[in-house]
């Protein structure tokens, strides 16, 4: 009798699916007898450690992101529980995915539905992360968990021009899956939805179909839907700087936030038709670059520190001041840096106009929003010449806990202790 729980998802495949035989010889030469690999592929990127993955973790091309709320009704003990049975459950089955195999329970009981919902057997994990963060809703009433909210969770302030949607905005909990294979990305929160089921619901969500940053310096700078290259001058993995910037420390005032990091999401809405109508020097003026080499407005190429004091044959400012890069760059903010991780995204049309619903799903990992996003976006939301093009309609902030390091562990461990 296989293991169920051990059985890779490209194992299982090779157990039973006559239709992808091909695929599941190929696959199953790697695996040992119980199915599970025999070393961990290419593309996988680990589950445990100290911080968790997805973060600093090489930006994937895809996202699916989600945040739930909990349906709970009982006391704050009872709660607690039901959130810990939760989180347990989630992590066995993040833990499983992210090694591509398929959500631990019984896959092969005729009589009753599969553990796993299946849309992902046969696909490598693709560098898959799971990553989860809690919102400030958490720390309410009902888990009696209040004392442990950190200080850095603050709720978000408004800025000038938000225009947030209330349905695409907040939740108790997120999970963002980043994979190189949308369907794995997906598959991923949906099965932790499925298996949440009774105790949270989905509130919104955010499929991001190509990445908008880079976290390494080993990757290509990709581009954004304005056609500029999005990530040049992000945290690329530097430890000193992560340590500055991304990863809390000691200065928390809750230790169970130490090695963790804050999350803040902003759905922003990019008014593509406007700015396709706009012409090249004026869009280069927006943010700052030349359009095509990703090079400051000041000389130089793609990866040359830009020179804000620089001049124009005409005298004025190389770099415009409201461009976007002279306002978020670290250079005019004490120093401030926040490591992106956005993803471009579209949805449809937008009914009342008919223009595309498309833009950016700003996501940024730091050490304390507070100091870091906030401070910038006060800035940003007030001056930026981008703000022309853009409008935020969604928001989320998460504190997101550190790695799990054992089978035995699971996410937000020292939270419930
Ligand atoms: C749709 C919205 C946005 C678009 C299209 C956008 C695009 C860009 C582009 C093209 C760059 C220059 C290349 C680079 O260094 O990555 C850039 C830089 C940057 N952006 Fe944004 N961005 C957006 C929103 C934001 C927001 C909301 C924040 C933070 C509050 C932010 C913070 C930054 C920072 C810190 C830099 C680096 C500046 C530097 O050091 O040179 N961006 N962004």
């Not at 992101?65 to 347990?88: H, I, Q, W």
């Not at 899956?177 to 991923?188: E, I, K, L, N, Q």
């Not at 928001?395 to 997101?400: H, I, K, P, V």
Request: proline share 5%; hydrophobic share 40%; glycine share 10%.
């Amino acid at each position: 009798m296989v293991d169920r729980v051990r059985t890779s998802r490209r194992g299982l495949l090779g157990l039973g699916t006559a239709a992808v035989a091909g695929t599941a010889a190929a696959t199953l030469s790697a695996c040992d007898s119980k199915g599970s690999p025999r070393s961990a592929p290419a593309a996988t990127v680990a589950f445990h450690g100290s911080r968790q993955a997805g973060i600093v973790t090489a930006q994937q091309d895809r996202l699916a992101f989600a945040a739930y709320d909990l349906t709970v009704s009982g006391s704050p003990a009872e709660n607690r529980d039901a959130l810990r049975e939760l989180l347990k459950t989630w992590t066995a089955a993040a833990r499983a995915m992210t090694e591509g195999k398929p959500v631990p329970g019984d896959n092969d009981i005729g009589a009753a539905p599969p553990a796993d919902t299946g849309e992902a057997f046969g696909t490598p994990p693709a560098n898959l992360t799971i990553t989860i963060g809690f919102g400030p809703s958490l720390f309410d009433k009902r888990f009696g968990l209040a004392d442990k909210r950190p200080a850095a969770l603050a709720d978000l302030p408004h800025f000038a021009r938000d225009n947030l949607d209330a349905t695409r905005s907040g939740g108790d909990i997120a999970i963002q899956a980043c994979s190189d294979d949308p369907m794995v990305a997906f598959h991923a929160i949906r099965n932790l939805a499925r298996l949440g089921r009774g105790t949270v619901v989905m509130r919104w969500s955010q499929l991001g179909f190509g990445r908008a940053a880079s976290t390494s310096d080993k990757q290509e700078t990709p581009r954004n839907l304005f056609g500029f290259k999005d990530g040049t001058r992000n945290i690329h993995g530097d430890p000193k700087q992560l340590d500055n910037w991304v990863w809390v420390g000691k200065e928390t005032d809750q230790k169970w936030m130490r090695n963790g990091s804050y999350l803040v999401a902003r759905r922003i809405q990019m008014r593509i038709e406007a700015w396709d109508r706009d012409f090249l020097t004026d869009q280069q003026n927006v943010f700052g670059r030349h359009k095509y080499t990703g090079a400051p407005l000041s000389g130089g190429n793609e990866f040359d520190a830009p020179n804000f004091h620089a001049r124009a044959a005409d005298g004025s400012a190389a770099i415009p001041p409201t461009s976007h890069m002279a306002l978020a760059a670290h250079e005019n903010n004490g120093g401030v840096r926040i490591l992106r991780r956005a993803y471009n995204y579209t949805d449809g049309v937008i009914a009342s106009s008919g223009e595309l619903d498309a833009g950016l799903f700003f996501l940024c990992y730091q050490r304390d929003p507070r100091t870091q996003f906030v401070a910038l976006q006060h800035k940003l939301s007030r001056s930026d010449a981008l703000n022309e093009y853009i409008q935020h309609v969604g928001s989320g902030l998460y504190a997101c806990p550190p790695g799990v390091t054992s089978d035995s562990g699971y996410w937000g461990e020292d939270l419930l202790a």
